[in-house]
């Protein structure tokens, strides 16, 4: 098959080109690099750098596509809670470009990266597709907006869609910006760098950390998997992970005593988070297979910013 990903030089996306070459797949990436490093992509991987809201480039990218991967997206929350305006033209926006430039083209079939944090503040977990959504950040927002445009005009235009709510994805190769960086490889940063792992709310909140190898795999079913059209997927690890205990889980990964600092609660975040799986198992035959400590530990052992850090002596 002839794919396209959106976003392809990412975090998820490169590894997700990567596991499709592998496969024997055709892989075209469009990507604005504002977080991605095209140096990552397999050689076979066609890369083009841009804006996923320039159609008349897209339109060259999908000639020939049978299937569009769309993981183009700002993901920040907090980022978000700032700058709403950005989050609502690249993720809202963007996905309607993408789209378009679909319809125009002929491609019939994409899978949406979507996002667990559409659930918002639940009292019932772990979190079933069918619960009404309660986005407490632009972020959030943008990635609902994006489902229900999906959706709508994947209906309207006989484009066959699928939206997979990827909780919080990690793995080797995770980006480290200097803002708002995403909590485990900032803990293993800090762990290995003998600094202290900020905690808010004393680390109450939870998580469903999924490893990147879980997310590509649920990924490549849903491009071929039967009914799921207009279908919303969790994908997940099904484990339900307080930040303090994951902070302790970086500190017996890493072999460092690590120092727990606790600051006050994060905008835009919420309480508790945890997937339900059952769709994901019944409809892409989905199974996490790595979880947190085997994760945390390949992340230390395969990512080498990390593993210079963990052969110093402290």
Not at 4 to 24: K, N, P, Q
Not at 147 to 175: C, D, K, M
Not at 209 to 226: K, N
Request: with cysteine.
């Amino acid at each position: 098959m002839q794919f396209l990903i959106t976003g392809g030089a990412g975090f998820i996306g490169h590894a997700l080109a990567r596991r499709l070459v592998e496969l024997g797949h055709s892989v075209r990436v469009v990507d604005d690099l504002s977080a991605g490093d095209p140096a990552r992509l397999p050689e076979d991987v066609i890369f083009a750098r841009g804006d996923v809201n320039d159609v008349p480039r897209l339109w060259t990218l999908l000639q020939g596509v049978d299937c569009v991967y769309h993981l183009a997206a700002r993901v920040s929350v907090p980022e978000s809670v700032r700058y709403p305006r950005e989050y609502n033209t690249v993720n809202v926006g963007g996905t309607v470009s993408v789209l378009e430039a679909m319809r125009d083209v002929g491609v019939k079939r994409l899978v949406f990266a979507s996002s667990g944090a559409i659930y918002g503040e639940q009292a019932q977990q772990p979190l079933h597709e069918a619960l009404p959504p309660d986005p407490r950040s632009p972020y959030a927002v943008s990635k609902l907006a994006a489902e229900h445009y999906i959706h709508t005009i994947g209906r309207l235009w006989q484009v066959e869609t699928v939206s997979l709510r990827i909780f919080n994805a990690y793995g080797p190769l995770q980006q480290l910006p200097t803002a708002h960086p995403p909590v485990i490889p900032q803990f293993i940063r800090q762990a290995l760098g003998g600094g202290s792992l900020v905690l808010h709310n004393n680390g109450a909140q939870t998580r469903d950390f999924v490893y990147l190898d879980d997310v590509v795999s649920a990924l490549v079913a849903a491009a071929t998997a039967p009914d799921v059209d207009r279908r919303i997927i969790n994908v997940g690890s099904g484990v339900e992970t307080s930040i303090r205990e994951l902070a302790l889980a970086v500190g017996e990964v890493t072999g460092r005593d690590v120092h727990l600092l606790n600051v006050g609660a994060e905008s835009g975040g919420v309480s508790r988070m945890c997937a339900d799986l059952t769709l994901a198992r019944a409809l892409l035959g989905y199974e996490p297979k790595v979880f947190l400590r085997e994760g945390l530990q390949r992340m230390v052992e395969q990512d080498v910013r990390f593993s210079r850090l963990a052969s110093r002596e402290v």
